[in-house]
């Protein structure tokens, strides 16, 4: 560096000035591949977040060959082919009933169910593949008015049902599940015994007479219980060839999880009874004049083509007896279609995530609450910023997620996303808050720590599978009949078949039923609804 002379004219010493301001001032990087942005609270690049992001994302996925395919539609068709065993032997399911199949467990968040009562289910140590299943009890659907419920003693989001909205004919066959409003079960009244068989609510013809009478969600899901569990026995007594397994069947609150050995597989079922409704419910009518992530994507008759009550009660001093809660799971499902790949990536990956740090213990926190935000994100950020095709966008994405969560659990609110006059966390105390918001912290402190142990954890699942699908396979496997993991070739023609028709019904669900005596001759069900 040279040195300034004092002999130096000032148009010189200013050209020597700018020469040694350019030699230390930082020079800037060469033109070359754009650096990735730093998260400012780990200082994880969200480029690696983003490659762990879609890693998980495909794992979680797995491998569903032929075999599995094959072995995840013989689990539905017996789970179908037991409730039409309940039907013809109960006879108070629908007879042309329309069920709802949800991809998911009730644990995954598809269902704003109470968290406390779902049980523990691990996917690799207890399942494979898992499912909920909506069964309605009844079906109200012949209504093309808004639909008006009885939520005069209920909080936001929940409603009784009065028997006003059933004819004599379904109270007739529904009175074991009916209570009076001073809270006796009809049954209780000796004097009124030898009337069971009649229906013993008195003036059926009256519907003012009927206001002081529900239909009891427990009282609903003892029933569901107890006649699906004497289907599953009388099935279990008559095993066949090419049937999957009924292995565990337990009650969770109010859900019947069952969990089926269908060759190499072991899946799982939530099956939930529900109060169907066509129409919409008018408490709702205030979602429908708001803009909306999906406008111009779908129709609104799609968005709105039902509803349903589950029998689930506040958290806050609710009456299980005689709460339902609100349910837009058919909605969601149409929703779901309309948001962005890398917001649904960053939504799969942190259900993965936080699915871990919610399980124990269960704070009053559920998954659907994650979903909820989902819905929200999607109506309140650009459509471009979502679905921004840069490398960086889905680890992005699922800070923000995070982000949104901890916000939400701090401040205990979390409005419903179709009855924002409900807040799904008011029910939380500060010190549950406290917890789950110091959970959230930590993994937001290192997200990339917690996505390598999700990541982890799913391959450790994919292993048993691979083990468990090769001891069934093996001779003499114990527990199994060595034929359940052992594929035929008519078998395998049909597993090519069904494959074949999946990629020529995208978006369609696809069913098939095989006769036991008779292999060869496959029937399959191709609609999106089934009967």
């Not at 003693?153 to 009175?175: A, G, T």
């Not at 009076?180 to 009124?192: K, S």
């Not at 002081?212 to 969600?217: D, L, Q, T």
């Not at 427990?218 to 292995?247: C, K, M, N, Y």
Request: with cysteine; aromatic share 6%; hydrophobic share 35%.
């Amino acid at each position: 560096m040279g040195m300034l002379s004092p002999s130096m004219s000032p148009l010189d010493m200013v050209v020597e000035m700018e020469s040694l301001m350019s030699a230390v001032a930082p020079r800037s990087p060469a033109p070359g591949k754009k650096l990735s942005e730093v998260d400012f609270r780990s200082g994880t690049t969200l480029d690696k977040l983003s490659s762990q992001v879609s890693e998980l994302v495909l794992l979680e996925q797995g491998e569903f060959g032929d075999q599995t395919a094959l072995e995840v539609h013989t689990a539905k068709d017996f789970i179908f082919n037991m409730l039409g065993l309940v039907q013809k032997v109960d006879q108070r399911l629908p007879v042309a009933n329309e069920y709802l199949l949800l991809s998911g467990g009730a644990r995954e968040g598809v269902l704003d169910l109470n968290p406390e009562d779902l049980g523990d289910y691990a996917k690799g140590a207890d399942f494979d593949l898992d499912f909920t299943l909506l069964v309605p009890a009844l079906k109200l659907h012949d209504r093309n008015q808004p639909v008006t419920l009885d939520m005069r003693h209920s909080p936001p989001c929940h409603s009784w049902l009065s028997l006003r909205l059933c004819d004599s004919n379904i109270l007739s066959r529904w009175n074991i599940c009916c209570q009076e409003e001073n809270g006796l079960h009809p049954e209780e009244d000796e004097e009124e015994e030898a009337e069971m068989d009649k229906g013993c609510i008195p003036s059926l013809g009256s519907p003012q007479s009927l206001d002081g009478c529900y239909f009891s969600p427990t009282l609903v899901t003892d029933w569901f219980w107890s006649v699906v569990s004497e289907a599953v026995e009388e099935l279990r007594r008559s095993p066949q060839r090419g049937i999957p397994t009924p292995e565990r069947l337990e009650r969770n609150g109010p859900l019947t999880t069952i969990i089926l050995q269908a060759g190499s597989s072991r899946v799982l079922y939530d099956l939930l009874p529900v109060v169907s409704f066509r129409g919409w419910p008018a408490v709702a009518q205030g979602w429908l004049t708001a803009n909306h992530f999906w406008d111009g994507k779908i129709t609104e008759e799609e968005a709105i083509s039902g509803f349903y009550l589950l029998p689930c009660c506040s958290p806050l001093g609710g009456r299980p007896d005689r709460e339902w809660r609100l349910a837009f799971s058919r909605s969601e499902v149409q929703l779901k279609k309309c948001i962005p790949y890398p917001m649904a990536q960053a939504f799969q990956a942190a259900k993965a995530v936080l699915s871990r740090i919610l399980a124990r213990p269960r704070a009053g926190i559920s998954l659907y609450h994650l979903r909820t935000l989902l819905f929200w994100a999607c109506d309140r950020l650009p459509a471009a910023y979502l679905s921004c095709p840069d490398a960086d966008t889905p680890g992005r994405l699922l800070l923000g997620l995070l982000d949104d969560l901890a916000h939400c659990i701090l401040g205990k609110n979390c409005p419903n996303y179709f009855l924002p006059q409900c807040n799904m966390l008011e029910h939380l105390t500060d010190s549950q808050a406290l917890l789950v918001a110091r959970k959230l912290a930590h993994v937001r402190s290192d997200p990339s720590e917690h996505l390598r142990a999700a990541l982890d954890q799913s391959q450790q699942a994919g292993q048993l599978k691979k083990e468990l699908s090769a001891s069934t396979n093996g001779h003499g496997s114990p527990g199994h009949h060595p034929a359940n993991g052992i594929i035929s070739p008519s078998e395998d023609k049909l597993a090519q078949r069904l494959q074949q028709l999946v990629t020529e019904n995208p978006g369609k669900s696809i069913s098939v039923f095989l006769n036991p005596d008779d292999v060869t001759r496959p029937h399959f069900r191709i609609d999106d609804k089934f009967y």
